[in-house]
């Protein structure tokens, strides 16, 4: 009898780590977004409304499958992989009454595409690169919160008396990341602040090119750092 079952585990582990299994479930999630994204839309057509309804429930009921067939073939296994826990978190999650109201917790069934990365290798590689670069990222989140700080409160003292988008800390930054973005900033901001100051324009200039200063440095270590992480490899071999 315990023959019989371990045999039968070792079958569905098969079946699972196959790799035409994963392609499946790849093609699943992407399906299952697509009904999710049409569902947003008003199409005022019911029998499509129906079926992408259907769709969207037939492909939860297969994930739900999935995720038992593979506490089967693993049994206790099953919890020591992380991907296995995060899989099974959020198909829980997704599967919960209240999603039929709040569509935002269902597409929680996209995120299960990051387990299936390495069957991609141009995704893996771009995954790989934005981890490299994570710290660069977090210098460049730092450097231009500080800045953008000392810039804002350096407005709220100038302008905040009379401007209403510096009137207070949280307002000028918002208007600093508008200017930031070229967003129109010079008909809506700068302009009219320069028509009370004649000299704001020292403020916004020195306000742009440092920041560009700052997002040029960023990409440019980003870049010496690939280059010199691709010469490593390349000297090792």
């Not at 009904?35 to 079926?51: E, M």
Request: with cysteine.
């Amino acid at each position: 009898m315990i023959k019989n079952i371990l045999n039968e585990r070792k079958k569905a582990q098969t079946v699972v780590e196959d790799k035409n299994f994963d392609y499946l479930i790849m093609f699943l999630i992407c399906m299952d977004a697509v009904a999710l994204g049409l569902l947003t839309i008003d199409l005022n057509i019911p029998s499509l409304t129906v079926v992408l309804f259907f769709l969207d429930r037939l492909c939860m009921a297969i994930f739900i499958a999935e995720m038992l067939i593979k506490i089967y073939a693993y049994g206790s296994n099953f919890f020591k992989s992380g991907w296995n826990v995060f899989d099974l978190i959020v198909i829980t999650i997704s599967s919960l009454p209240i999603t039929s109201y709040l569509i935002v917790l269902r597409t929680f069934r996209l995120f299960r595409l990051l387990r299936y990365i390495k069957r991609l290798k141009p995704m893996e590689n771009l995954i790989n690169i934005m981890i490299t670069i994570l710290p660069n990222f977090a210098a460049l989140f730092v450097v231009m919160g500080l800045f953008m700080y000392m810039y804002a409160i350096i407005a709220v003292w100038i302008f905040g008396d009379i401007f209403i988008e510096f009137s207070d800390l949280p307002s000028a930054l918002f208007a600093l990341v508008q200017t930031f973005s070229l967003d129109g900033w010079i008909s809506n901001i700068a302009r009219p602040v320069m028509t009370i100051f004649p000299y704001a324009w020292i403020f916004f200039f020195s306000f742009i090119m440092i920041s560009f200063l700052i997002i040029t440095s960023f990409f440019l270590s980003v870049i010496s750092m690939m280059v010199h992480k691709e010469f490593k490899i390349s000297s090792k071999l």
